[in-house]
C-alpha cells in the first residue's frame, strides 16, 4: 500500500462520515418541517370546518395528535393567530385560511426541497462507499 492510496482512503473515508452526519441532520430537518406542516394542517382543518358556523354552535375541535375537545364558539367569524415571538393577531377567518394555506405551501416547497437534497446526500454517500470499496480491493490485492 503506498502512502497516496493511504491518503486517499483516509480522505474517502473522512468524507463518507462527512456525508452520513449531513444525511442525519439533513433527516433531521425533514422531520422538523413535516411536523410543522402537519400542525398547521390540523390548524386549516378547523378553520375549514369553523365556516358556517354561528356563535354559540357547539362542535368538536381537534387540538392535535387526533384528540378533540368540545367547543362552544363564542365569535365564530374571528379566530387569534400567533405568529412569533409572543405575538399574536386577530383575523377573520378567511384572513386567517389565507396565511395558513401560504404556510402550507412554503412548508411544502421546503420539505420537497429538503428532500431532494436529501436524496442527492445518498447518491453521494453511496459513491463514496462504492469508491471506498473499490480502494480497498485494489490495495488488498497489491498486499497479496
Known amino acids: 500500500m503506498t502512502s497516496e492510496q493511504e491518503n486517499l482512503l483516509r480522505k474517502v473515508y473522512a468524507e463518507q462520515q462527512l456525508?452520513?452526519?449531513?444525511?442525519?441532520?439533513?433527516?433531521?430537518?425533514?422531520?422538523?418541517?413535516?411536523?410543522?406542516?402537519?400542525?398547521?394542517?390540523?390548524?386549516?382543518?378547523?378553520?375549514?370546518?369553523l365556516h358556517g358556523k354561528k356563535d354559540g354552535e357547539e362542535m368538536l375541535m381537534n387540538v392535535g395528535?387526533?384528540?378533540?375537545?368540545?367547543?362552544?364558539?363564542?365569535?365564530?367569524?374571528?379566530?387569534?393567530r400567533h405568529i412569533g415571538k409572543d405575538i399574536s393577531i386577530e383575523q377573520n377567518i378567511a384572513e386567517a385560511k389565507k396565511s395558513i394555506e401560504e404556510?402550507?405551501?412554503?412548508?411544502?416547497?421546503?420539505?420537497?426541497?429538503?428532500?431532494?437534497?436529501?436524496?442527492q446526500l445518498l447518491g453521494w454517500?453511496?459513491?463514496?462507499g462504492t469508491q471506498f470499496q473499490q480502494l480497498a480491493a485494489e490495495m488488498k490485492k497489491q498486499g497479496e
Do not use: F, P, W
Open 125 to 128: 454517500s453511496s459513491n463514496l
Open 19 to 49: 456525508a452520513s452526519t449531513t444525511i442525519e441532520r439533513k433527516g433531521q430537518q425533514m422531520l422538523r418541517v413535516k411536523a410543522y406542516l402537519d400542525n398547521y394542517r390540523v390548524g386549516l382543518l378547523v378553520l375549514e370546518e
Open 103 to 119: 404556510i402550507i405551501s412554503s412548508l411544502e416547497k421546503q420539505y420537497d426541497g429538503l428532500a431532494q437534497e436529501y436524496q
Open 65 to 80: 395528535g387526533e384528540i378533540y375537545v368540545h367547543a362552544k364558539l363564542v365569535d365564530s367569524k374571528k379566530v387569534t
